[in-house]
């Protein structure tokens, strides 16, 4: 299939990204302005200008609009509070849904606040997140579930992003990961596409998409060797990409390990996002090729092109198709020497 006329099929499928939808806030602050505080004697850091975006699931949600899928939709769980407010206007002008966002009195959204030196434009001081310190209400929980069984049959792509680290505050719950097993199995021709960061083992009969160091903690967890086939089988995925960066990605599914190889990148910006601009191009691909390889491969070229941007960066069909030109392949995406399959 030509690099053009796949963008040009992404305007007819749409996705739904699941998961933890945050708001990424990026601040610049003066150091000039940092005299200490009368009343404390702490120092101040002087903000001057910020930036709001959509981050965690909301990246790949901003990739997949940018790619142009004619509809995306994000679900997860969001505070009544401003940051909430912000995320909604940063979906909105990305041309995201949001509608489907639950919203839970008391809680804070989900943020993370960046400080970026002004003078140089590095981010050089800590960073503050504002985490969910608990699990979601009952109540909340099953509005998330009842939302994603009623939402995700109208989509063609389901793309789940589990980004919490602890156990407490995400929005992939075990009652959402349980319908989306369910959705899954019942919807056998669906992508399916999963990236959590510490709990992949608790997923079934999905796609997994994991990083070298995720798919190793998976592992461990289980108390079994660094095996991707066992982690495979366990999981009941039909396919596992593991990603490693520069080094390109690996599929793992019942015929063996594959590796894909990753367009090299010459002292990338920022690869902040890289993983999330992966699973939006790769699971679009896959969608339209049903060939895991083709998805890898478009998945690579996708966090190429965003890791040579500041912060969460996008690719549109533009810049996708001048990087097939720069590789000498705008006129298909690679076969897999294997034959075409289904990715289920």
């Known amino acids: 299939m030509k690099v053009e006329q796949a963008l040009e099929k992404f305007r007819e499928l749409s996705a739904l990204v699941v998961g933890d939808v945050c708001l ?19 120092p101040r850091v002087a903000v001057t200008s910020y930036e709001s975006t959509a981050g965690a699931a909301g990246t790949v949600a901003s990739n997949l609009a940018a790619l142009g899928t004619g509809r995306v939709a994000a679900l997860g769980v ?52 504002y985490v969910p310190p608990r699990d979601l209400a009952p109540e909340t929980d099953a509005e998330l579930v009842r939302r994603f069984r009623t939402l995700a049959p109208a989509f063609d792509v389901i793309v789940v992003s589990d980004q919490a680290e602890i156990d407490v505050g995400g929005a992939v719950t075990p009652g959402l990961r349980e319908a989306i097993a369910e959705f899954a199995e019942s919807k056998p021709r669906k992508t399916v596409w999963v990236d959590s960061r510490a709990r992949a083992e ?43 960066g ?36 790769a699971s679009l691909m896959l969608t339209l090729t049903g060939d895991a390889m083709q998805a890898a491969s478009f998945g690579n070229l996708i966090a190429s092109i965003t890791i040579m941007k500041s912060g969460t960066g996008t690719a549109t069909p533009g810049e996708v198709i001048r990087a097939f030109q720069q590789l000498g392949e705008a006129s298909c995406v690679h076969n897999d020497k294997r034959g075409s399959s289904p990715h289920r």
Do not use: M
């Open 24 to 42: 990424d806030r990026w601040c610049r602050y003066e150091p000039v302005f940092a005299q200490p505080s009368r009343e404390t004697g702490l």
């Open 78 to 129: 969001i505070g009544e509070d401003g940051h909430g407010f912000e995320l909604r206007r940063a979906l909105e002008a990305r041309g995201i849904e949001h509608d489907a966002l639950v919203v839970e009195p008391g809680r804070p959204t989900f943020t993370y606040t960046k400080l970026i030196n002004d003078r140089t434009g590095v981010e050089d001081l800590p960073r503050i997140d």
């Open 202 to 244: 608790r997923f079934r009969s999905v796609l997994l998409k994991l990083n070298r160091e995720e798919a190793e903690d998976a592992c461990h967890r289980l108390n079994i060797p660094l095996d991707h086939q066992a982690l495979r089988r366990y999981t009941s995925a039909p396919t596992l990409i593991v990603t490693s």
């Open 246 to 281: 520069a080094e390109g990605a690996i599929i793992i599914d019942h015929r063996g390990v594959t590796p894909v190889p990753a367009r090299r990148v010459e002292q990338p910006v920022d690869i902040c996002g890289a993983g999330d601009s992966f699973n939006a191009g």
